[in-house]
């Protein structure tokens, strides 16, 4: 399954180097359950904190969604409370579901903290002059007195 940009809608903010493919296992364990075992290699763009312009990030994919038929739901949602293993509740009769926001999720888990695109950049700092403050001249009429005592 390949997908690219213009059919993730919910990627605002993570932007994608190129389409990437998404290698996904079906197994039904039950009658109404189905578990997606999804795995996949992506290229993130980000911006490097050092150099200051944007680089490939690569990160793999590896996660599990349990699918769960259920007459109740109009069409499928995503259940909201995430541990390891993703949960969708979809309806039998619904032609679709979408798991754009969970691909989003777990690309975003893998952004690191503080991007670097090499270790070995070295950064020129602009060194600023320590600006001494200005000194309101009452204080030193008020220093003068406490020397004198």
């Not at 032609?95 to 695109?117: G, K």
Request: charged share 35%.
């Amino acid at each position: 399954m390949k997908f690219s940009m213009e059919e993730i809608s919910l990627l605002e903010e993570v932007k994608i180097a190129s389409p990437f493919e998404l290698e996904i296992k079906v197994h039904k364990p039950g009658a109404d359950k189905y578990i997606l075992n999804c795995h996949g290699k992506v290229s993130q763009v980000l911006m490097c904190s050092k150099a200051l312009k944007e680089f490939e990030h690569p990160c793999d994919l590896n996660f599990e969604v349990v699918v769960d038929l259920d007459a109740k739901v109009p069409t499928w949602e995503l259940n909201g409370d995430y541990d390891e293993v993703y949960e969708i509740r979809v309806n039998p009769c619904s032609p679709d579901f979408d798991i754009s926001e969970i691909i989003r999720q777990e690309i975003i888990l893998q952004e690191p903290m503080v991007p670097i695109s090499d270790e070995s950049l070295s950064v020129d700092w602009i060194e600023h002059e320590e600006e001494k403050p200005e000194v309101d001249p009452r204080w030193e009429a008020l220093k003068k007195l406490k020397k004198d005592s």
